[in-house]
Nanobody, 127 residues
């Protein structure tokens, strides 16, 4: 298990950008694959970005591809989500998630794949 703390959420207008950050507690952070998920009211939690241990492989669903970028700094133990061209439908609570990777290449995209979660940060995009 690793403790995760998100920051950077807020209220923005459509078309604006936000950068979320997630700080991890473990010194073995480089062995963890990371993901960003979001959950809007009345909807299921969904993945918006994922990255492997070393940052060389990423995944984005079509809904955010070209607008969101995930990156990580293994020293210090931080993963970021750069969100550009935000839309009202991006409004949700955003969660950072981590799991110990079975190999350095794996990217995990399912909620059940992750064992550690942050408390979430609210992102609200007004039209």
């Amino acid at each position: 298990q690793v403790q995760l703390v998100e920051s950077g959420g807020g209220l923005v207008q459509a078309g604006d950008s936000l950068r979320l950050s997630c700080a991890a507690s473990r010194r073995t952070f480089s062995r963890y694959a990371m993901g960003w998920f979001r959950q809007a009211p009345g909807k299921e939690r969904e993945v918006v970005a994922a990255v492997n241990c070393h940052g060389g492989r990423t995944y984005y669903p079509d809904s955010v591809k070209g607008r969101f970028t995930i990156s990580r700094d293994n020293a210090p133990n931080t993963v970021h989500l750069q969100m550009d061209s935000l839309r009202p439908e991006d409004t949700a609570v955003y969660y950072c998630a981590a799991r110990a990777a079975s190999n350095i290449y794996s990217v995990y995209i399912k909620e059940v794949d992750f064992g550690s979660w942050g408390q979430g940060t609210q992102v609200t995009v007004s039209s």
